[in-house]
């Protein structure tokens, strides 16, 4: 494969087996679609815009050698579909996990992990400010969060944190390559003045939070739609 596939070769494997496993006959992921796509364009639209912002100001850019060419505005082709790639496969997981594990997380344990995180991030967005990928993604998800505690009360945030730990694994494996793990360059590349400058491998440390933001926003919509029409969460 030629490097210049690289980016686009990582959307593609991304969304693959979880697109396959979308018509597994015991649970049709598939008939679930008409939820799914307003629940993937809606954050994608904002995430672009954000990403169109932050490649301008020189928060992140990308390496031309593992691209192909194709930019809308500032960001390449292969940027555009991974907000469309890793939501589709994060949401699938989501679904398979909830699936397959019928231990649910407590509303009193889901409440505290919401408290700690929420007020965690804020004071480190806060603290930090003067860093613009770290304030603004903590500030993001901080707010996001206690919107989901305080505002509509949301009783599925225990099964997005277990989710969540299942996603991680393809996280650090995808996201370990774009920032350059296994490979010779980065294909995305940060400017650690404008972040912590704390790298879990080759993937600074935001990282993590901006993809629960994302996949948050898009769980958070999924349940809206699916909710609104009264349809009940997956079982076995």
Not at 66 to 73: A, D, E, M
Request: net charge neutral.
């Amino acid at each position: 494969m030629e490097q210049k596939y690289l980016y686009l070769a990582i959307d593609f494997f991304s969304i693959l087996f979880p697109f396959l496993f979308s018509f597994y006959s015991k649970y049709n992921f598939s008939k679930k679609w008409k939820y799914l796509w307003l629940a993937i364009l809606m954050p994608a639209i904002f995430f672009i815009v954000w990403d169109e912002w932050f490649t301008q100001m020189g928060v992140w850019g990308f390496n031309p050698r593992y691209l192909t060419g194709n930019f809308i505005f500032s960001l390449p082709i292969e940027e555009v579909l991974f907000f469309i790639c890793i939501p589709y496969a994060c949401v699938f997981t989501y679904e398979a996990v909830n699936y397959l594990i019928r231990w649910r997380m407590s509303l009193k344990q889901q409440n505290l992990i919401t408290d700690i995180l929420s007020a965690l991030l804020f004071i480190l967005g806060v603290i930090f400010f003067d860093r613009w990928y770290t304030s603004v993604t903590f500030i993001l998800a901080s707010v996001f969060l206690n919107l989901h505690r305080w505002v509509w009360k949301s009783d599925y945030l225990g099964k997005f944190y277990v989710a969540f730990l299942f996603i991680l694994i393809p996280f650090f494996i995808t996201n370990g390559i774009l920032t350059g793990t296994g490979i010779e360059e980065q294909v995305v590349w940060y400017n650690d003045a404008e972040n912590l400058g704390i790298r879990m491998l080759t993937i600074p440390v935001e990282d993590t939070f901006y993809g629960m933001l994302l996949l948050l926003m898009n769980v958070s919509l999924f349940e809206y739609l699916q909710k609104r029409k009264g349809l009940k969460a997956p079982s076995r």
